[in-house]
């Protein structure tokens, strides 16, 4: 049919950053309210598990569903979370929303020196904030979307149609909401814990780091985990590796004004040189420095 039917046949997942109250708002007495939203929306919505502050929700479906969906959600936080019946309101209370974006499509969100990111407010009426940072132990990054229900839903509409036309680029690691407890690992029979921005890789992530590594890692998450277990330490041992990259590939690595490889260097916690070209070779040397650990995920974020 038409390209608006096209549109809303695409499935999209949308994942958002929330809160304790917000998160009660949404499940609602016996899990009522999401349920509700789940048949009446059409969408797929699960919330994370785990007793932190924070909890991701995500929605999957169509994106008329997904649409759907978040406006019922935004209604009902400006329902619960709203001035309400504790006196006079002087207009609708701001209902805000934390969307949580690969950071390899923030860019296309911002546009060049800002321009699609100041055009999105400026129709919708919405504030809407990207952050500088990564979210812990992740390559995503948080979004923040204020303003009345109305704005919200219209503003996440544009959103939505920047992240379908811009995948993202290379390995996602998604942010999971508490994993602050130090995670043990085992390599040669030595022990030692890992803190920190290690601690948040997940055993299916390890998994793969150790394919591509070679090394055995074998994987075990504890309730709580010493600071240093006797044996090794995370960052008590430093080495160097090498390898070599075709010199068509630097560019991916290195992105835009170094903002791939200082991601890269921000998660690994190693030390990354990128060697000069040099004349008549097609590749250049790659050398990685740091702790065992800090390499391999290196090496694994490169190559992914």
């Known amino acids: 049919g038409s390209p608006e039917e096209a549109e809303l046949s695409i499935t999209l997942t949308l994942r958002m950053l929330m809160h304790g109250k917000e998160i009660g708002s949404i499940i609602g007495k016996k899990g009522e309210t999401v349920k509700r ?8 919505i699960t ?3 785990g007793c932190c502050p924070e909890r991701i929700t995500t929605i999957t479906g169509s994106t008329d569903a997904v649409f759907r969906a978040v406006s019922m959600i935004a209604f ?4 619960d979370l709203g ?4 006196g006079p309101a002087a207009g609708r209370s701001p209902v805000t929303l934390r969307l949580v974006i690969p950071a390899s499509q923030c860019g296309s969100l911002i546009g060049k020196a800002g321009a699609k990111i100041r055009e999105i407010r400026e129709s919708t009426g919405a504030q809407v904030q990207v952050a500088g940072d990564l979210l812990p132990n992740s390559t995503e990054r ?3 979307v204020s ?3 109305d704005t919200i839903i219209q503003c996440v509409r544009q959103i939505c149609a920047v992240i379908l036309e811009s995948p993202p680029k290379g390995a996602t690691i998604p942010y999971h909401p508490g994993l602050s407890l130090g995670t043990f690992l085992l390599s040669a029979n030595q022990g030692f814990s890992m803190q920190g921005q290690y601690s948040g890789v997940c055993p299916a992530e390890m998994t793969k780091l150790q394919q591509l590594s070679g090394h055995t890692l074998p994987f075990a ?5 010493p600071s240093m277990v006797p044996g090794l330490d995370a960052s008590s ?13 630097i560019g991916c690595i290195i992105g835009r004004h170094g903002s791939k490889i200082s991601e890269i260097r921000q998660m690994s916690g190693a030390h990354i040189k990128i060697g000069n070209q040099t004349e008549g070779s097609g590749e250049r040397h790659i050398t990685i420095t740091g702790s065992p650990v800090s390499i391999t995920l290196a090496q694994y974020l490169i190559t992914a």
Request: glycine residues 6%.
């Open 37 to 44: 939203i789940r048949e009446q929306s059409s969408a797929r």
């Open 47 to 49: 919330i994370s598990e």
């Open 76 to 79: 009902k936080l400006e329902e």
């Open 83 to 86: 001035p309400g019946s504790d």
């Open 142 to 144: 948080a979004v923040t």
């Open 147 to 149: 303003g009345v229900p």
């Open 221 to 225: 998450s504890l309730g709580h985990a």
């Open 237 to 249: 041992q430093s080495s160097s590796q090498e390898f070599l990259v075709p010199n068509d590939l």
